[in-house]
């Protein structure tokens, strides 16, 4: 089982770095952290957790990112890595806003709905990698 996990939490560390490479460097692409960030307030307003900086904001969205992928990845891309891509994928640009959440950073154009499920096949596809090597 800890393979799995490790290899989980390869996917979902090199999904970020992929993602947050992207989007330092260009423009109109998909800014997923935009979301968690909206998300994690959402999620923590009535409660005492209190977000004073933008960068302790950044940093928790960023760290629960990796984990809500690495065990989505460990559970879902050590079998099937291309459907465990495309569904995650296809959530990312699909349950914002069912979850009231502002869709137009993961989900505004074509092109950023074909790079957010661009990214999470990545993540998939390194996480089986990582798994096939070490198991």
């Known amino acids: 089982m800890y393979k799995k996990i490790l290899a989980g939490l390869g996917g979902a560390i090199a999904l970020n770095i992929l993602h947050e490479t992207i989007r330092k460097n260009f423009d109109n692409v998909p800014k997923i952290n935009e979301v968690g960030e909206e998300a994690l307030l959402k999620f923590t307003n009535n409660t005492p957790i209190n977000f004073t900086a933008e960068k302790s904001l950044y940093a928790a969205t960023l760290v629960s990112d990796i984990v809500s992928n690495g065990v989505y990845y460990a559970t879902t891309a050590t079998k099937n890595d291309l459907t465990s ?49 070490i198991k």
Not at 103 to 114: D, F, I, L, R
Not at 120 to 127: I, P, Q, R
């Open 85 to 133: 891509g495309l569904l995650a994928g296809a959530g990312a640009i699909l349950l914002p806003k069912k979850m009231g959440l502002n869709e137009k950073p993961v989900a505004g154009t074509n092109k950023k709905k074909a790079l957010t499920i661009g990214y999470y096949l990545f993540g998939a596809l390194v996480t089986k990698f990582i798994y096939d090597k």
